[in-house]
């Protein structure tokens, strides 16, 4: 993937969470659900493993940690990648940098790493065992 | 062009200048490539694609992990994908051709 192309992607799907998650804050303040937008979910009736994510977040920004670990583990990787990508990008643009793009190469590179993705693989799936056993209420 | 349905209609006649310009000795080198299927990828996108595991596959592990954190970006991704991924799937074996025709 060309750096233009990341960027664009990358600055389009940060804003869009950010946007997407201050909806969420106002909606959960105020004791609403915010819509469901989980194909699996709506498809299946069980979550999936990133479902509770911005329950999550929205925990986060109340400084409830141990609610937001929770809710879903994964909504810590989320609200980093939400809350730093963006600016991020942002600075490399203005300072004519591409420090995003080469720690995007170097990620993609580790992770192609079988027995890292293996334990990513593996943790996603136990993450999702909690977010279904939550969910039939076994946990 | 046995191999044609594996890459985009428009890249054609440049693959074959570059299969005729290049040396007999890669020849068995190109016809032992494995490329994706793009059908296939279609099929995985639309069955798994709201994990992000067609993007796993091609090899665009960051979007990969993007799409799984977000829920297949709102499920608005997903569907987007099951439209760009056969695309993808044919720029991703160009690629690979084009590495070893290097």
């Known amino acids: 993937m060309t750096r233009k192309n990341l960027y664009f992607l990358a600055l389009f799907l940060g804003l869009a969470g950010q946007i997407w998650i201050v909806y969420s804050y106002i909606k959960l303040g105020k004791q609403e659900e915010a819509f469901n937008t989980c194909i699996f979910n709506r498809v299946t009736g069980l979550p999936c493993p990133s479902c509770g994510t911005v329950h999550s977040i929205v925990s986060i920004l109340h400084g409830e940690f141990r609610k937001a670990l929770n809710e879903n583990p994964l909504g810590f990787a989320s609200f980093l990648m939400v809350a730093v990508i963006p600016y991020w990008i942002l600075a490399d643009l203005v300072f004519r940098k591409d420090s995003f793009y080469r720690f995007y190469s170097s990620f993609e590179k580790f992770l192609k790493n079988k027995w890292v993705f293996s334990c990513f693989l593996f943790l996603i799936f136990v993450v999702w065992l909690h977010n279904i056993g939550q969910f039939l209420h076994w946990i | ?102």
């Open chain 2, 1 to 102: 062009m046995t191999h044609a349905k594996f890459f985009e209609p428009h890249l054609l006649p440049a693959i074959r200048e570059k299969l005729l310009q290049t040396d007999d000795s890669k020849w068995m080198m190109v016809q032992s490539i494995t490329y994706r299927e793009p059908i296939l990828m279609l099929i995985i996108s639309i069955l798994g694609g709201h994990f992000g595991i067609d993007r796993f596959i091609i090899g665009d592990m960051g979007l990969g992990v993007a799409k799984l954190l977000t829920c297949g970006g709102l499920g608005v991704w997903t569907i987007v994908d099951w439209f760009l991924i056969m695309g993808r799937t044919k720029e991703d074996n160009f690629e690979k051709l084009r590495l070893n025709l290097a």
